[in-house]
């Protein structure tokens, strides 16, 4: 069983930065893919980023390339969301993910979810 919070969301102006956090309790932390997702309000939720837990893969959105980095401590059981030049439509709640098998963009892959954290930029 893995618990992920998340933290480090708020209220930030467009062209701003943002970094997000998501720690984990459990064992074997680096086993675990670890992706960030974000619903928007009337949205579905939609992949932001993965990174496989040795770090070696890494995936992106096309809409966030270039401006998000996904990284992880595995001695720290966290990984990372680093938010530059945000923008409106960057709005959402940011959720965490973690599963043991694949780095994948796929949502339902993923076996445990945080709380979520709310990120409004203000345009």
């Known amino acids: 069983q893995v618990q992920l919070v998340e933290s480090g969301g708020g209220l930030v102006q467009a062209g701003g930065s943002l970094r997000l956090s998501c720690a984990a309790s459990?064992?074997?932390?680096?086993?675990?893919?670890m992706g960030w997702f974000r619903q928007a309000p009337g949205k579905e939720r939609e992949f932001v980023a993965v990174?496989?837990?040795?770090?070696?893969?890494?995936y992106y959105a096309d809409s966030v390339k270039g401006r998000f980095t996904i990284s992880r401590d595995n001695a720290r059981n966290t990984v990372y969301l680093q938010m530059n030049s945000l923008k409106f439509e960057d709005t959402a709640v940011y959720y965490c993910?973690?599963?043991?098998?694949?780095?994948?963009?796929?949502?339902?892959?993923?076996?445990?979810w945080g709380q979520g954290t709310q990120v409004t930029v203000s345009s």
């Open positions: 993910a973690a599963n043991d098998r694949l780095t994948t963009r796929n949502q339902y892959e993923y076996d445990f």
């Open positions: 990174i496989s837990g040795q770090r070696n893969v890494i």
């Open positions: 459990g064992r074997a932390f680096s086993r675990y893919a």
